[in-house]
Nanobody, 122 residues
Framework: QVVLVESGGETVQAGGSLRLSCAAAGGYFAVMAWFRQAPGKERDFVAG????????YYLNSVKGRFTISRDNSKRTGFLQMNSLKPEDTAVYYC?????????????????WGQGTQVTVAA
């Protein structure tokens, strides 16, 4: 069992930056990812990282603005978000998976955090 705890969400002005953190406790996982869910919409993949190799994958609309990283020693993942836009407003969730599959498939992920609210004001 892996417990994920996100932090770092808040309200910022458009063009601003935030860094989200996801602290993992417990067992094994192979990848960590960030999803987001806006009101009335589905939960969508944002970025993912292979925990051992460090390889990364991004939603096209966040490439060049968001960076996913991890600190293995602290078992913590990060999502650095720059040049934020109002359309980035959502609850951001950290997720972890033990096995393979599509980055975009929420069903792939075995563990989920509780979510952290990010609001970008115009």
């Amino acid at each position: 069992q892996v417990v994920l705890v996100e932090s770092g969400g808040e309200t910022v002005q458009a063009g601003g930056s935030l860094r989200l953190s996801c602290a993992a406790a417990g067992g094994y996982f192979a990848v960590m990812a960030w999803f987001r869910q806006a009101p009335g919409k589905e939960r969508d993949f944002v970025a993912g990282i292979s925990w051992n190799e460090g390889s990364t994958y991004y939603l096209n609309s966040v490439k060049g603005r968001f960076t996913i990283s991890r600190d293995n020693s602290k078992r913590t993942g990060f999502l650095q978000m720059n040049s934020l836009k109002p359309e980035d407003t959502a609850v951001y969730y950290c997720a972890a998976a033990r096995g393979g599959g599509s980055w975009y498939d929420a069903g792939r992920y075995d563990y989920w955090g509780q979510g952290t609210q990010v609001t970008v004001a115009a």
